[in-house]
Nanobody, 124 residues
Framework: QVQLVESGGGLVQAGGSLRLSCAASGRTFRRYAMAWFRQAPGKEREFVASINWSGGTTYYADSVKGRFTISRDNAKNTVYLQMNSLKPEDTAVYYC?????????????????WGQGTQVTVSS
């Protein structure tokens, strides 16, 4: 069982930056691939970024590539999402997720555990 708690969301102007954190409980954090998804009002949840257990492999949605960076610190049981050059269309609730398998990383159904989400609002 893994519990995930996101933090770091907030209100920021377009062009600004935020860093989201996701703290995981349990001693098996390093066994899980981790990801960030987001869901805007009236839209489906969408993949943002993922990282394998070691941090050596990462993937990004085209919409955030070059602006967002996912990373993890297995000693701290934490995964991060550094978001730069934020745009109003990045406004959403951001969710952290954990999966045993890294295959099909872009599918929300692949993930076994989810956090409660943190709101990110980007004003124009």
């Amino acid at each position: 069982q893994v519990q995930l708690v996101e933090s770091g969301g907030g209100l920021v102007q377009a062009g600004g930056s935020l860093r989201l954190s996701c703290a995981a409980s349990g001693r098996t954090f390093r066994r899980y691939a981790m990801a960030w998804f987001r869901q805007a009002p009236g839209k489906e949840r969408e993949f943002v970024a993922s990282i394998n257990w070691s941090g050596g492999t990462t993937y990004y949605a085209d919409s955030v590539k070059g602006r967002f960076t996912i990373s993890r610190d297995n000693a701290k049981n934490t995964v991060y999402l550094q978001m730069n050059s934020l745009k109003p269309e990045d406004t959403a609730v951001y969710y952290c997720a954990a999966a045993v398998q890294f295959a099909y990383y872009w599918r929300s159904s692949q993930y076994d555990y989810w956090g409660q989400g943190t709101q990110v609002t980007v004003s124009s």
